[in-house]
């Protein structure tokens, strides 16, 4: 019986978790040498501080073994934060000038505006690193100009196109990176994001309804109770109705904007790959990250804000835990062939600042 021979499988698919390994105790001591420098500095140590919260973290991310790494100058941070304040400081003196300044500076911070944006997510690209080899970000003035202006503009103006503004900025900020030249790519039916939106809007419209029903039915109760209400103390007036309606309201608002987000996060992410090879997939779960949110805050609000770095890593922790990335062959191969062209194209960082928006 003659033995059919093949090849040896290169191409297997391997899923590799990201790993989170911070901790609340861990980074509560970075950030409180941050705080009291930044008090202390009256905010200049605000880019430094940056750069050591990122590095944290990043240093406390691993995929496949190996962690991820923050590269970035805090002093061209800084200089990032002159640019900006003076944007605004020409904004403050076109109030003083008159109507006319105040439009020429409006349409001349639009028009800047995507650049700030480009030159943002470039400079975080640039100086986020695995295994050594760098990711890289090119985009057109005129994509950005569409993407963060343009679009979302649109969106807000007719709500209708808010679905589109978000696939746009995805395709933006997703379709422009690369690992060292190997490009990132996302690709859903626009019908997705807009069934997200679509479910959100309707959650939204629903609890208004039914709330506004209930505070119908208290109001008409309280109206014929009045006679009794003059010898029996009912515990819930119109006015306090209001303060519980308003508080009741944002809540659900909250939870169901966290399920838009994370939603809309999920769709995105878990249909990014990465030289039409490697996909990245995130299933982290809306309710539960809105109840992380919503606990982070009671218990930031109990500690006058002592619970901020435990918060921020038990976010964080919950949210890397939900995200892998599933590799078609090896990686060590294909990170190897990467740096090896990184190291032949070589890198100029030189004259980019990051914008702290």
Not at 16 to 30: C, K
């Amino acid at each position: 019986m003659n033995a059919v021979w093949r090849a040896p499988e290169t191409d297997v698919a391997t899923t590799h978790a990201v790993e989170f390994r911070g901790t609340g105790r861990e980074y509560f001591r970075v950030w409180l040498v941050n705080v009291t420098l930044t008090l202390l500095t009256l905010g200049l140590y605000g880019p430094w501080a940056k750069v050591r919260t990122r590095r944290y973290f990043y240093g406390v991310t691993s995929l496949a073994g190996h962690s991820f790494d923050y590269h970035a100058a805090p002093m061209r941070i800084l200089l990032g934060r002159i640019v900006i304040a003076g944007v605004l400081f020409a904004g403050l003196v076109s109030l003083q000038l008159g109507r006319w300044a105040v439009a020429m500076w409006a349409i001349a911070a639009i028009a800047v505006f995507p650049l700030l944006v480009r030159q943002a997510i470039r400079f975080n690209a640039r100086n986020t690193s695995w295994r050594g080899v760098r990711f890289n970000f090119h985009a057109r003035y005129r994509e950005a100009l569409f993407a963060c202006v343009l679009l979302p503009l649109a969106g807000l103006l007719t709500l209708f196109l808010l679905p589109a503004a978000r696939g746009a900025w995805d395709r933006f900020r997703v379709n422009h990176l690369s690992f060292d030249g190997r490009l990132f790519r996302v690709e859903y039916s626009p019908a997705r994001m807009f069934a997200i939106f679509a479910t959100g809007f309707v959650l939204i419209v629903g609890v208004l309804v039914a709330m506004i029903g209930a505070t119908m039915g208290v109001l008409v109760f309280t109206t014929r109770m009045h006679d009794v209400a003059r010898h029996v103390i009912i515990p819930v007036d119109p006015t306090s109705f209001t303060q519980v309606f308003t508080l009741l309201f944002g809540t659900c608002a909250f939870f169901i904007a966290m399920f838009v987000m994370q939603m809309a996060n999920n769709l995105t992410l878990s249909n990014t790959t990465i030289e039409g090879r490697h996909r990245i997939v995130s299933k982290p779960s809306p309710a539960r990250v809105a109840l992380i949110l919503l606990g982070n805050a009671v218990l930031i609000a109990l500690t006058l804000g002592l619970f901020w770095p435990f918060a921020k890593v038990r976010l964080a922790r919950y949210r890397m835990s939900q995200i892998s990335v599933i590799a078609q062959g090896d990686l060590d191969a294909f990170t190897a062939e990467a740096l090896e062209m990184q190291s032949t194209m070589g890198r100029e960082l030189s004259g980019l600042l990051e914008i702290g928006l």
